[in-house]
């Protein structure tokens, strides 16, 4: 038994050393961004567009790298108390980590960081009608990420002027876990 719990200690060691990898904030490699995420934290200088009913309130599931280094995004929103699926397409731009789509007016997106394994946090601008409004996203690997990884987005938040009770938990509502594919009912 102690012989079992030895080496499973050891295999868990050796497996948290190989997620030890260093995080980029330029020249992002998208086919390694593709997998499964889930929403940590989100943030917007326009608190309506992340609360309750807002139009953009999304809970990732999985990303997807298509041709021409597109992105789609499985996401869930929650309409009339009920999780459903938004399909989401982000064209490249050609620029370094950065894609656009045509959803709810214009949306401009870029990653700020990640490293691939543990954590994504990303940039957001939409424009439409409405004006201009910034939104924010940590993605994490896992249904929660470490306290600095949370501390690295409050900072990246702060810098972009987004105050902190513009910043949601996510890991504290029901962001659809029940909808994903693997999830145990
Ligand atoms: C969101 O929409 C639902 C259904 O239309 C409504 O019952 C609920 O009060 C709304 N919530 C907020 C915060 O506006």
């Known amino acids: ?14 497996s948290q050393a190989q997620e030890i990898v260093d995080p980029v904030t330029s ?6 961004i593709s997998g499964d995420w889930y929403s940590i ?7 309506e567009k992340i609360e309750e009913n807002g139009s953009m309130r999304f809970f990732v599931e999985r990303i997807y790298v298509l041709e021409h280094s597109s992105l789609y995004f499985k996401l869930h929103t929650i309409v009339n108390g009920e999780c459903s699926e938004v399909p989401f397409v982000c ?3 050609g620029k370094d980590g ?4 045509d959803y709810n007016g214009h949306i401009v997106a870029h990653i700020l960081e990640t490293d691939y394994v543990g954590y994504l946090i990303y940039h957001a601008e939409n ?4 004006g201009k409004s910034q939104i924010m996203a940590l993605y994490g690997r896992e249904p929660d990420v470490s306290p600095s ?19 949601l938990d996510l890991t504290k ?9 693997n999830a145990l009912v």
């Open 173 to 181: 509502i029901n962001r659809c876990l029940q909808a994903r594919d």
């Open 127 to 130: 424009c439409n009608n409405e």
């Open 98 to 101: 950065e894609c656009s789509s």
């Open 91 to 93: 064209d490249s731009t």
């Open 41 to 47: 934290y989100l943030a917007s200088d326009n608190k």
């Open 149 to 167: 990884v949370k501390a690295k987005f409050l900072e990246y938040c702060r810098a972009h002027g987004i105050a902190q009770e513009n910043i």
């Open 1 to 14: 038994m102690k012989l079992l719990l030895l080496s499973l200690g050891l295999a868990l060691v050796s």
């Open 27 to 32: 020249n992002f490699d998208l086919s390694k």
